[in-house]
């Protein structure tokens, strides 16, 4: 059993920045995640696109269903470890290159996940799964159960501390990496939280852009602060 579940969609950088810390302490701790599955663009389903998220939300969800397919065959063929490798090799190419390879990696969906796949050392050829719809129910069951257990209004990533009867929390949202020290002592305090009975939420919505180079934040800078709801930069509440 995994000593935490972290539920993901690759194209979501909150949760890549999440899933960075998350690595550093399991390395420190010998803590084991399972890797789970979260798909923003089902989150959304009966969202309209046009009147509630910026331009090219749309087609970045879309892109990150096409990608947990190509994870679910991983699950498959290699097991938990191989989605582990593979969401590593995943975000690099998404978000540790500029904003135009960003952007391009997006529009390719395939294409990205055939890197992905090989730096990985796993099988290309399961990059044709980005079109395997067969796929979207265990997607949507995973998606269903994160929801399940923190309430729908949340974003990603999920974090399930103590599968499966322990608290699963949204966040922590974090735009910068913890030195090693400062990981430890943050997961002390996340799971402290989590772990107090009735614990139920600490938000702001002022988020500042995640220190990543496809979103145009060096590593020794600081990203101006956005007003975000329900995980997104939503342009209305309507």
Request: net charge negative; glycine share 10%.
């Amino acid at each position: 059993m995994a000593d935490l579940d972290f539920y993901f969609d690759p194209i979501c950088p909150f949760a890549w920045m999440t899933s960075k810390w998350v690595r550093d302490v399991a390395g420190q701790r010998a803590y084991d995640v399972e890797w789970r599955f979260i798909s923003l663009r089902m989150v959304n389903a009966d969202v309209d696109y046009a009147v509630h998220f910026p331009d090219g939300y749309e087609r970045a969800h879309s892109a990150g269903l096409a990608l947990l397919r190509v994870a679910a065959a991983v699950r498959d063929q290699a097991g938990p470890s191989g989605v582990a490798d593979l969401y590593a090799s995943m975000g690099a190419r998404i978000f540790e290159v500029g904003p135009e390879r960003q952007a391009a990696a997006l529009a390719a969906p395939r294409a990205t996940a055939a890197a992905a796949l090989a730096g990985a050392g796993l099988d290309a050829g399961l990059a044709d799964a980005v079109g395997a719809t067969g796929f979207d129910q265990l997607i949507g069951s995973e998606t269903e159960r994160a929801l399940g257990l923190t309430g729908r209004d949340v974003g990603t990533p999920i974090l399930h501390f103590d599968p499966p009867a322990g608290v699963a929390l949204f966040g922590p949202v974090i735009s910068r990496s913890p030195s090693p020290e400062d990981a430890l002592a943050l997961w002390d305090h996340v799971v402290g939280l989590a772990r107090f009975p009735g614990f139920a939420e600490l938000k702001r919505s002022l988020r500042e852009v995640p220190q990543l180079p496809a979103l145009g934040v060096a590593s020794d800078s600081v990203g101006i602060e956005e007003d975000w709801r329900q995980g997104h930069r939503r342009q209305s509440a309507g």
